[in-house]
């Protein structure tokens, strides 16, 4: 199978924070469908905002696709992400599921957590092997600022899952956390939500690739670090970065952004 051939994996690209990743796109719109309009987010306004769950790509589509890699590609991780949010995708636990029976990879979802309140969802990413989970605001004022989320999804409601899903998920959990103006004076009190989540790591990011909000600095992305003492976190300054080469570089920018950039 050849690079344009793929329509449902992209990449695979360097992640400071899992390594090779393959991405896998459970939703593969033209147009983004997610939950959330964050103010940072580098794939632009979502088109399709929404909340409910569909199946958007068959799992025989993605199984087949995978089957076509090179047998030499190397990957950490098989990751379903994608343009928009993927727990959205109402097969995504089947998906996870048949790369387990059918390949030697690991699973991970990114996800803006604003599911998790769902038991299919649960459910769904109970099946991974890691799974990384948006935390950005400290309050609901600040949640709807920065991550603009569609009417009803409540930080309360989300932290509440969160906790519950730790509780019993086996697998690898983190917190990612893009920090900005918006919400660095929140730090502390984000940290202390962590604490009662309890995921395995905390990741601390800020927009380095082209977004309409600026980064923080070394110093203040220091300082923000300093609040989560007592728990395991990477700092996107401080991890290595690499430059990679994907099979499609356009359906990885559809999907990651100005990832060269």
């Known amino acids: 199978m050849t690079a344009s051939a793929f329509k449902y994996i992209y990449g695979p690209v360097y992640s400071w924070r ?9 939703l593969n719109t033209e147009r983004k469908y997610c939950n959330f309009a964050c103010s940072y987010c580098q794939l632009g306004a979502a088109n399709s905002f929404g909340v409910e769950r569909k199946v958007f790509v068959s799992v025989e589509d993605i ?3 995978l089957k076509g890699l090179p047998a030499d590609v190397c990957i950490d991780y098989v990751t379903f992400s994608g343009n928009g949010e993927p727990t959205l995708a109402a097969n995504l636990g089947a998906m996870i599921r048949a790369v387990h029976s059918g390949f030697a990879f690991k699973t991970a979802v990114i996800t803006n957590s604003s599911t998790i309140q769902d038991a299919a969802v649960r459910l769904d990413l109970a099946e991974a092997d890691f799974v990384l989970f948006k935390l950005e605001a400290a309050d609901q004022k600040t949640f709807e600022a920065v991550n603009v989320p569609c009417p009803g999804i409540t930080l309360e409601k989300i932290v509440a899952g969160l906790v519950d899903f730790r509780k019993t998920f086996k697998g690898r959990m983190a917190l990612q956390i893009m920090m900005t103006e918006a ?3 929140s730090a502390a009190e984000i940290a202390r939500m962590a604490r009662r989540i309890a995921p395995d790591e905390v990741q601390l990011n800020t927009p380095l690739r082209p977004s309409p909000v600026k980064p923080l600095d070394e110093g203040q992305m220091f300082l923000i670090k300093r609040a989560f003492s007592g728990l395991k976190v990477l700092s996107v300054y401080e991890e290595e970065k690499r430059r990679y080469e994907p099979f499609d570089d356009a359906a990885t920018r559809k999907r990651h952004g100005q990832y060269r950039q």
């Open 18 to 26: 899992l390594g090779m990743s393959l991405g896998v796109d459970p």
């Open 63 to 65: 199984v087949s696709e």
């Open 183 to 185: 919400n660095k004076d």
